[in-house]
């Protein structure tokens, strides 16, 4: 974590949506931005941002840490491996791939610390059943979500998870009810708030108004234009002839691909429809057409019409192509939960083949992991059924781990696509509780041949 006081600060592409605070972002990260702006000037904000992202990982992992050794292991060398992994999966990104996460600002930058505490208050319900640590899990799920979006997730988990521990109270299952619609109605009212008052482009056309139509643009037809009005079959003749160029497109691949290539043929494709073929070409020229053929002359009233359009384009394609999206975002939360466990760095992809063969069935390699690791999980689970009390408490928190990284694997396909940063909140988790789960049930086999 030095290099936060040493390296040079990395922004991305995505960086200045969230120094500008773009519609298309949550609410938490940009506010964060300004305030380090407010207080330390234009030219150290960031430098700080930085360190204190750092810090706050420290803190998150040592908090989590420190409660899961107190609760499962007591050594000291098991508290060194689960920094080690916890430390991993922040900076092996960082050193493996072109997306590093140490000096970078993003929003990933706050959420997996966030994410951590989320945890250590939810596994401390989870073996307490306590009030306050569902009250300062729900806390926790509500300030992830207003990070990133796709952590709104948290909050159905949690209730579910409620409804599972506390299955025969039924007043712990409403007041768990109850913090759920009010967390909810909070981020709500934030997102509001932010896209009213402090959005820098909430009227201008951004990759918000874009992203659901290029995850159904992609498995378009030319033959669908005869469902459209004049204006948007322009618009989606424009858009088509775009992707047809570089074979953008489900059914061009869909036969002379694999499940898993289709799956990774959109994701490539996903932003390159999105900022490249929709905002970057076909908007600019659909504007001008737009305002010569209604004679329109302020920008934000063409965006409106437009934005109307976009929004048409999309509701026609869902209903004619819902199918295909669906078969698809499958794929991609299979894809995701692949990639929370063997994440695909350049590392890995150097070190194995993108197949093998399996039971004459062809495979990613990190296929074979997961399988192996999540039986391990399974017997594990299925051991502590019938043993004592401690290994349960251990096996429920491997059950929530791998209800958490379906989910997020879910929701992360729905909204955006399964790359790995949007994924790697578990990666940390699976293998620190693969590793106590071993630890523990080696030792309890001793014990039972002694």
């Given at each position: 974590m030095l290099s936060a006081f040493f390296l040079p600060v990395k922004l991305v592409p995505d960086s200045n949506s969230f120094i500008y605070a773009r519609r298309s972002r949550a609410v938490l990260y940009p506010c964060f931005l300004r305030l380090f702006q407010s207080v330390f000037g234009e030219d150290l904000y960031l430098r700080m941002v930085v360190i204190v992202q750092n810090l706050l990982f420290v803190f998150a992992a040592a908090v989590f840490i420190e409660?899961?050794?107190?609760?499962?292991?007591?050594?000291?060398?098991?508290?060194?491996?689960?920094?080690?992994?916890?430390?991993?999966?922040?900076?092996?990104?960082?050193?493996?791939?072109?997306?590093?996460?140490?000096?970078?600002?993003?929003?990933?930058?706050?959420?997996i610390s966030l994410y951590l505490l989320f945890i250590k208050y939810l596994f401390e319900y989870i073996l307490e059943q306590d009030n306050k640590s569902l009250q300062m899990t729900f806390l926790y799920a509500l300030i992830c979500a207003l990070v990133r979006k796709q952590m709104l997730l948290l909050m159905p988990c949690v209730f579910l998870i409620t409804v599972i521990v506390n299955r025969y109270a039924k007043r712990k299952i409403l007041y768990s009810l109850l913090?759920?619609?009010?967390?909810?109605?909070?981020?709500?009212?934030?997102?509001?708030?932010?896209?009213?008052?402090?959005?820098?482009?909430?009227?201008?056309?951004?990759?918000?108004?874009?992203?659901?139509?290029?995850?159904?643009?992609?498995?378009?037809?030319?033959?669908?234009?005869?469902?459209?009005?004049d204006d948007c079959q322009i618009l989606f003749q424009s858009i088509y002839e775009e992707m047809e160029?570089?074979?953008?497109?489900?059914?061009?691949?869909?036969?002379?691909?694999?499940?898993?290539?289709i799956g990774k043929h959109k994701g490539e494709y996903y932003d390159i429809i999105t900022y490249d073929m929709i905002l970057g070409r076909v908007l600019p020229e659909y504007y001008i057409y737009y305002e010569e053929k209604y004679h329109l002359d302020e920008r934000a009233q063409t965006e409106q019409l437009v934005r109307q359009n976009l929004k048409t384009l999309e509701k026609v394609l869902f209903k004619k192509h819902l199918r295909e999206f669906v078969f698809v975002y499958c794929i991609w939360t299979v894809t995701g939960f692949l990639e929370t466990i063997v994440p695909a760095t350049q590392a890995y992809t150097a070190l194995f083949p993108e197949y093998i063969h399996f039971f004459q069935i062809s495979l990613p390699v990190s296929a074979i992991f997961v399988l192996i690791a999540s039986a391990l999980y399974t017997v594990y689970i299925l051991f502590t059924i019938m043993t004592i009390k401690r290994r349960r408490e251990?096996?429920?928190?491997?059950?929530?781990?791998?209800?958490?990284?379906?989910?997020?694997?879910?929701?992360?396909?729905?909204?955006?696509?399964?790359?790995?940063?949007?994924?790697?909140?578990?990666?940390?988790?699976?293998?620190?509780?693969?590793?106590?789960?071993?630890?523990?049930?080696?030792?309890g086999l001793s014990l039972t041949r002694q």
């Amino acid at each position: 974590m030095l290099s936060a006081f040493f390296l040079p600060v990395k922004l991305v592409p995505d960086s200045n949506s969230f120094i500008y605070a773009r519609r298309s972002r949550a609410v938490l990260y940009p506010c964060f931005l300004r305030l380090f702006q407010s207080v330390f000037g234009e030219d150290l904000y960031l430098r700080m941002v930085v360190i204190v992202q750092n810090l706050l990982f420290v803190f998150a992992a040592a908090v989590f840490i420190e409660f899961i050794c107190r609760r499962f292991a007591h050594t000291a060398c098991t508290k060194i491996i689960l920094y080690f992994f916890c430390s991993c999966i922040y900076i092996i990104p960082s050193l493996m791939s072109k997306t590093g996460m140490l000096n970078i600002i993003w929003s990933e930058g706050v959420s997996i610390s966030l994410y951590l505490l989320f945890i250590k208050y939810l596994f401390e319900y989870i073996l307490e059943q306590d009030n306050k640590s569902l009250q300062m899990t729900f806390l926790y799920a509500l300030i992830c979500a207003l990070v990133r979006k796709q952590m709104l997730l948290l909050m159905p988990c949690v209730f579910l998870i409620t409804v599972i521990v506390n299955r025969y109270a039924k007043r712990k299952i409403l007041y768990s009810l109850l913090l759920t619609v009010l967390s909810g109605g909070i981020f709500v009212v934030s997102g509001t708030l932010y896209n009213s008052l402090i959005c820098s482009n909430k009227d201008n056309i951004d990759a918000y108004d874009c992203n659901k139509l290029a995850n159904i643009m992609y498995f378009s037809q030319e033959k669908d234009i005869g469902d459209l009005d004049d204006d948007c079959q322009i618009l989606f003749q424009s858009i088509y002839e775009e992707m047809e160029k570089e074979d953008a497109l489900y059914y061009k691949v869909k036969d002379r691909l694999s499940w898993y290539g289709i799956g990774k043929h959109k994701g490539e494709y996903y932003d390159i429809i999105t900022y490249d073929m929709i905002l970057g070409r076909v908007l600019p020229e659909y504007y001008i057409y737009y305002e010569e053929k209604y004679h329109l002359d302020e920008r934000a009233q063409t965006e409106q019409l437009v934005r109307q359009n976009l929004k048409t384009l999309e509701k026609v394609l869902f209903k004619k192509h819902l199918r295909e999206f669906v078969f698809v975002y499958c794929i991609w939360t299979v894809t995701g939960f692949l990639e929370t466990i063997v994440p695909a760095t350049q590392a890995y992809t150097a070190l194995f083949p993108e197949y093998i063969h399996f039971f004459q069935i062809s495979l990613p390699v990190s296929a074979i992991f997961v399988l192996i690791a999540s039986a391990l999980y399974t017997v594990y689970i299925l051991f502590t059924i019938m043993t004592i009390k401690r290994r349960r408490e251990c096996g429920s928190i491997g059950i929530t781990i791998l209800l958490l990284t379906a989910a997020n694997a879910a929701a992360t396909s729905l909204f955006i696509m399964p790359l790995h940063r949007y994924l790697l909140y578990n990666s940390m988790l699976f293998y620190m509780f693969l590793f106590i789960m071993f630890k523990d049930l080696t030792s309890g086999l001793s014990l039972t041949r002694q």
